[in-house]
Nanobody
Framework: VQLQASGGGLVQAGGSLRLSCAASGRTFSSDTMGWFRQAPGKEREFVAS???????????DHADSVKGRFTISRDNAKNTVSLQMNSLKPEDTAVYYCAAGRPSDSYYSTKVEGYDYWGQGTQVTVSS
């Protein structure tokens, strides 16, 4: 099982980036997919998740700090999850990680320990 994140880069404040994460090794359509980020000297924090709750039914969750600016989505046919990031701020600068797992509830879908598989991370730098 492998998760490969891509799409990071350097962008000015107010700009946009789209991160993508390709999953391989098995089908993840029933898994929760998430994005976390880690800034230097800080703990890894939740950004967004998209959680399977039934046949072809998913629910999304976004951290308060990114609500209205970031949007998580998935394409099960391609086994990918994406994070559209708009109106970027310097405080969004971090390494972004995608993750997959089956957290027991919505609480654990926001926790690092809720996920079993992690991508290698992609750097996002927002200049002021």
């Amino acid at each position: 099982v492998q998760l490969q994140a891509s799409g990071g880069g350097l962008v000015q404040a107010g700009g946009s980036l789209r991160l993508s994460c390709a999953a391989s090794g098995r089908t993840f359509s029933s898994d929760t997919m998430g994005w976390f980020r880690q800034a230097p000297g800080k703990e890894r924090e939740f950004v967004a998740s998209i959680r399977w709750i039934g046949v072809n039914t998913y629910i999304t969750d976004h951290a308060d700090s990114v609500k209205g600016r970031f949007t998580i989505s998935r394409d099960n046919a391609k086994n990918t999850v994406s994070l559209q990031m708009n109106s970027l701020k310097p405080e969004d600068t971090a390494v972004y990680y995608c993750a997959a797992g089956r957290p027991s509830d919505s609480y654990y879908s926001t926790k690092v320990e809720g996920y079993d598989y992690w991508g290698q991370g992609t750097q996002v730098t927002v200049s002021s």
